[in-house]
Each structure stands twice: as structure tokens, then as C-alpha cells.
């Protein structure tokens, strides 16, 4: 006995169709003609024969409504058109990156204004800022210390950042997060 295998090259063999012309199987279906007229309620291949009349395709719009709604267009523009919409969906889209600043308690001055003016570029941008403060042995015993010095990276900021997550330690870090502020002056 010889099996005969196809390759299918990852795709699934019996993927279900959009419903277009023959694939469309309802007993009746609401029609709507090429200029957006109501045809009436008919059988399916009533409406195939409509459609083939225009020269064009049988689309089912609205498959779960009572009875199901069916339009005469070019599905070929049609999904031409969904897809260039899908696009431009897709490039309008803004996609917010959280960027992360990492410190020591003992961090000094200068080095800690230089983080700040990194984050306020991160802000300007539209992004989410993640400021940690990171501690090491014995320091976990000053937790008062890196608060005041996210405190202080706070404050240089100033309008830039809003809070959205308060300062909450997590493990061996104290973790702050910032958003930008929409109303606030850039730095």
C-alpha cells in the first residue's frame, strides 16, 4: 500500500474561506447591490446570478445576522482596500517603550543629573521611564537613603515626569515609574 503525502509547507490543508461567491451556503441572505441599494431578500444563488449580471463578486458582510447580509462589490479592490487600511492602522500605531535608569544609593550629584537629563530625553520621546535603585549588602539596611536619592532624581526632573507607579521595593531594588507629562514643559 503507497501513502501519498502533501506537503503543506506549515499551512493548515482545509483553512475555512472568507465568504465569497460560491463559498457563501445560506438558504436566504439579505442583498445589497454596487451602489449600496437594497435587492431584497433571496436564495444564494439568486444572489450569485445577481452579482455574476454586475460582473462582479457575492460578499458576505455580516454572516451572523438574521438573515445574513451579502454585498455585490469587487472583492479583489475590496481586500485591497482592508489591507492598505490595516497598514496605515499598523503605522499609526504608537508603541510606548518603557527605558530603565539604574542607581546606587550613593550615587553623586553630577552623575545623578546626567541620569536625569538621559531620562528627560526618554520622556521627550514619549516613553516610560523605569528608575531603579539598586542595593548591595549592607545597604539594604539604609533603605532611607535610596528613597531620598530617587527623591532627588524626582525632583530634577521636575514637570517632565509624572509618576505612575510609586517607589516599592522589589527584592534588592527600589523601583519608581515615571510617564511622561503630557502638560509639563520639556527640560
Known amino acids: ?98 527605558k530603565e535608569i539604574q542607581l546606587t544609593p550613593q550615587i553623586g550629584r553630577h552623575d545623578l543629573e546626567t541620569k536625569a537629563r538621559a531620562a528627560a530625553k526618554f520622556l521627550s520621546e514619549g516613553n516610560k521611564v523605569k528608575v531603579g535603585v539598586r542595593f548591595r549588602g549592607r545597604q539594604m539596611t539604609h ?5 531620598e536619592t530617587l527623591n532627588n532624581f524626582i525632583e530634577i526632573l521636575g514637570d517632565a515626569a509624572i509618576i505612575e507607579k510609586p517607589a516599592s521595593m522589589d527584592g534588592r531594588w527600589l523601583v519608581a515609574i515615571l510617564a511622561p507629562n503630557k502638560a509639563g514643559g520639556k527640560k
Open 1 to 98: 500500500m503507497i501513502v501519498i503525502q502533501e506537503q503543506t509547507n506549515g499551512k493548515k490543508p482545509n483553512q475555512p474561506k472568507e465568504l465569497v461567491n460560491e463559498n457563501i451556503r445560506f438558504p436566504q441572505v439579505l442583498v445589497i447591490g454596487p451602489n449600496g441599494e437594497q435587492l431584497g431578500v433571496m436564495s444564494s444563488r439568486e444572489a450569485q446570478f445577481q452579482a455574476n449580471k454586475f460582473n462582479l463578486d457575492l460578499f458576505c458582510v455580516a454572516p451572523n445576522a438574521t438573515p445574513p447580509v451579502c454585498k455585490i462589490l469587487n472583492y479583489g479592490k475590496y481586500r485591497y482596500e482592508q489591507q492598505k487600511k490595516a497598514k496605515e492602522n499598523r503605522k499609526n500605531q504608537v508603541r510606548i517603550e518603557i
Open 143 to 147: 533603605i532611607e537613603v535610596g528613597e
